[in-house]
């Protein structure tokens, strides 16, 4: 048993203890919170970035959904870069440009819109013996064997596209790229 003296020196190096121990939690929730604060700071920051790759992927898949959807042969004649060779007559195709609701176009543009659709040309003719790997140049765009440098923008088999949108994002110049080959069935 503690005698009064004995059990008040007890009790202050008790409390002591307490005291230490609560200064410990106190530096150990303090890291805790700011790690915290930083992580919701970052999060916070990421949201404008992540709903632009949103809006840019979702943009790119309806564009090749539209694609999809028209005659193949038509397909380069309509989105090339070239408006003399548009199927409804000069300037009456959509071209090779599209805009994406929500996402602004680089400063140098030059169509002003965010969305671009490329082929291994932009204009006629359309070469096979291109080099342009993500597009698997060069290749035989009309099944024939060969591989040469005539135009086959009116019997191509095989027709490689990128989907490509470059817009002004919220951290600066952003880019997405989806590539993919259109073949006649």
Same mark, same amino acid.
């Given at each position: 048993?503690?005698?009064?003296?004995?059990?008040?020196?007890?009790?202050?190096?008790?409390?002591?203890?307490?005291?230490?121990?609560?200064?410990?939690?106190?530096?150990? +929730?303090?890291?805790?919170?700011?790690? +915290?604060?930083?992580?919701?700071?970052s999060?916070?920051? +990421?949201?404008?970035?992540?709903?632009?790759?949103?809006?840019?992927?979702?943009?790119?898949?309806?564009?090749?959904?539209?694609?999809? $959807?028209?005659?193949?042969?038509?397909?380069?004649?309509?989105?090339?870069?070239?408006?003399?060779d548009?199927?409804?007559?000069?300037?009456?195709?959509? $071209?090779?440009?599209?805009? %994406?609701?929500? +996402?602004?176009?680089?400063?140098?543009?030059?169509d002003?819109?965010?969305?671009?659709?490329?082929?291994?040309?932009?204009?006629?003719?359309?070469?096979?013996?291109?080099?342009?790997?993500?597009?698997?140049?060069?290749?035989?765009?009309?099944?024939?064997?060969?591989?040469?440098?005539?135009?086959?923008?009116?019997?191509?088999? %095989?027709?490689? %596209?990128?989907?490509? %949108?470059?817009?002004?994002?919220?951290?600066?110049?952003?880019?997405?790229?989806?590539?993919?080959?259109?073949?006649?069935?």
């Amino acid at each position: 048993m503690l005698t009064p003296p004995q059990l008040h020196a007890h009790s202050k190096a008790r409390a002591g203890l307490t005291l230490v121990e609560l200064m410990m939690v106190m530096v150990v +929730l303090t890291v805790a919170v700011s790690m +915290l604060a930083g992580s919701m700071s970052s999060a916070a920051r +990421l949201g404008p970035v992540q709903r632009e790759n949103a809006l840019a992927g979702e943009g790119a898949r309806r564009m090749l959904e539209t694609l999809r $959807g028209q005659p193949f042969m038509d397909i380069y004649a309509l989105y090339n870069a070239d408006p003399s060779d548009d199927p409804g007559g000069a300037g009456t195709a959509p $071209g090779s440009g599209f805009a %994406i609701q929500g +996402l602004e176009p680089l400063a140098d543009d030059a169509d002003g819109l965010p969305g671009e659709i490329l082929f291994p040309t932009q204009t006629p003719p359309l070469f096979e013996n291109g080099t342009w790997l993500e597009l698997g140049l060069p290749r035989d765009l009309d099944l024939d064997g060969v591989i040469d440098a005539t135009d086959h923008s009116d019997d191509y088999q %095989i027709l490689p %596209i990128e989907v490509r %949108i470059r817009w002004r994002g919220v951290n600066g110049a952003r880019s997405l790229s989806l590539y993919t080959q259109f073949v006649e069935v």
